[in-house]
Every structure is written in C-alpha cells, then in structure tokens.
C-alpha cells in the first residue's frame, strides 16, 4: 500500500512537472494522475482487475461532474439575480 501510494505521489510530480513544460499549471497533471491513478488503485482493491471500463469511466465521471456543477451556478445565479430584481423592485 505504501509504495502505491508513493507511485501515485511520484506520477503525480511527474505529470506536474510535464504540464508545466506545456506552460499548464502542473496541479491539473497533479490532479489527473490522481484520480486516474486513485480509481484504479481502489478497483484492485476491490478485487477487480484494471480493465478499458475503468478507464472510460474516468471521463465520463468528470465531464458529469463540471455538467452538474455547470447546471448548480447557473441555478444559483437565476436565484441571486431574482433576489436583486425583488430588492431593486422594493427599494422603487
């Protein structure tokens, strides 16, 4: 367990430091490497095998992710902005 999770550290440093050379912050190849390598490491945990499924599900997880979190500002900012016009038709 413990050299897995110096082998996730390690990647992670790695992809870091390669995005930084594309001028890209190295916290997004930080990020990545970690959850691709995270997930993984939990499924052979689990007593799966590391298959193309796993890997297909990452992307999709997260473009799920920034869809719902896309859907959740817009929701709050139909709600702040309903706020303002009842604050600004009060105020009248």
Known sequence: MLFSISLILLVGMAMGW??????LPSLIGMLLTG???????VS???GESASVVSFVNIPVSIVLGILIGFVIGICRGIQLQSK???EFVDAI
């Open 35 to 41: 959850i691709v390598l995270f997930s993984t490491f």
């Open 84 to 86: 303002l016009i009842q």
């Open 44 to 46: 052979i945990l689990q």
């Open 18 to 23: 390669a995005f930084n050379k594309f001028k």
